[in-house]
Each structure stands twice: as C-alpha cells, then as structure tokens.
C-alpha cells in the first residue's frame, strides 16, 4: 500500500505519549499482532524470517488481558518455530501450503476463497480497495500483490489499530469509535469471513513457523471478532476442520 510506511519495511508504529491508557496500549498491541501476521504471510526472505521471531517475541500481549494470555502460548510457539527455521525452509513450506498458483483450499486471496460467484470477484475487490481509500491508502502500482491478498488486509487492520491508539491519544473517543467501527465491519465483511478458513488450511497442510503462523491467526481472529461482539459468516464452500480451542469471551470496553 502507498499513503503510509508498508509493513514490508518492518518499521515500528510511532509510540504514542507516555501515560497512555490502557485502551491505547491495547490497540497498539493489537496493531503489532497485525503486523506480525502480515509479514508471517508474506513470501519469506532473509529480513523477513529474521524479523518474524524478533517481532513474536516483542508483542505485549498482557494488554490484551484475557485474550493476550490466551494467545501467549501460539506467540511462544511461532518465536521458537521463526528462531529454528531458515528462509529456504520457510519458502518450501510457503510454496507446499499455497502452490507456485492459488489452490482452491488454501487461498491466499479473499475473491478465490470458497465457491462464490466470480463473476461478484470485481466487486469484492472494488470493495475492499473502498476500505483502503477511506483511508487515505492504495495500492503502490508496483505492488505485487492485489488488494484482497490475506498479508495486504492483514496490514490494513494493522493500520487501522495504529490509529486507532493514535485517535485515542490526540483526537478523542468518538474518533477512536469510528476506527474501531471500521475495523468492526472490515472484519465482519472480509478478514473475520475467509481468515479463518485459510488459517485452518495452512494449519493441516504446513509444519513450522508456517503452522504456528496460521494457528496465531485463527486464536486472534476469533478473539477480535469476541472482542468487536460480531460473527463474522464463513465464506460460501469453505471447509471447515476443527474449532478454536480457549476461546476469549471478553468483549469491547
């Protein structure tokens, strides 16, 4: 995306002032899970896979509370998984999880994920590129990657979190609530929908850093959707292989 720092540079989100309260850190953390997830599904290379255990080990998850705790575990998990493997490894279990093309069970891409009409892919790219231009963001024209790729929406929501922390601390609650309504709805209409679903593919046919990854997304996507109260509908022809196990019931302050 251009409009912003790209995850792909691994740059920091700006610390807000100190004394910031909880519900600020609480976005930031959830800003950095989002980063985090963004790069794990990215094509790996050197800085990447360097990066990845670096950033697991740094998330503070204790201002998640309940939920934090519960994903402390799956964080632990993908630290150890990034810190043992190396890029090559972590390129042959990419390319073994998602194909040299898109494979129908285990998409990388929202409009190829489940049996949906193709001729509605348009407009649920139109869609989702909406979301980003509210934002002030688009697609670099050299990005290799279109708007509806799972590390590109995972950014955004990253994004979003950030100011939302960053709303919370210079302009006020009630445009902190109208990021979080975003968040909220680009989860309840795209990423809470098919997120789920490729994460519980990547689980079953990856090992490593790759699995752990896709094991972090579901816990997290599932406890953002328990915390924004919504239930996202899977995708129309997903299949679906097994639940989350400790799920979070704490909701949005």
Request: a neutral charge; charged letters at 25%; aromatic letters at 6%.
């Amino acid at each position: 995306m251009s409009g912003r720092p790209s995850t792909s540079t691994r740059s920091e989100p700006r610390a807000v002032s100190t004394g910031a309260g909880a519900a600020v850190e609480r976005a930031l953390a959830r800003s950095r899970l989002y980063r985090l997830l963004a790069l794990a599904f990215r094509y790996p290379d050197a800085a990447r896979v360097g990066a990845l255990g670096q950033l697991a080990g740094a998330v503070p998850v204790e201002a998640l509370g309940e939920s934090g705790r519960a994903l402390r575990p799956a964080l632990a998990e993908l630290a150890s998984a990034a810190g043992a493997t190396t890029p090559e490894a972590l390129q042959d279990q990419y390319v073994a999880a998602f194909g040299h093309v898109t494979l129908p069970d285990c998409p990388l891409y929202e409009s190829a994920c489940g049996a949906g009409d193709p001729f509605q892919q348009p407009q649920a790219l139109a869609n989702i590129s909406g979301f980003y231009r509210a934002f002030g963001l688009e697609m670099a024209k050299d990005a290799a990657e279109r708007a509806d790729h799972l590390a590109v929406e995972l950014e955004f929501m990253h994004y979003l979190a950030y100011r939302e922390a960053y709303a919370l601390e210079h302009h006020g609650r009630e445009q902190a609530r109208l990021i979080r309504g975003a968040q909220r709805r680009f989860l309840q209409d795209h990423l809470g929908r098919w997120g789920p679903v490729v994460a519980r593919a990547v689980a079953a046919r990856a090992d490593g850093a790759l699995a752990a990854a896709a094991r972090l997304l579901e816990r997290f996507l599932d406890a953002e959707a328990r915390r924004s109260r919504i239930s996202p509908s899977p995708v129309a022809g997903a299949v679906h292989t097994g639940e989350v196990d400790g799920r979070s019931q704490e909701g949005e302050p």
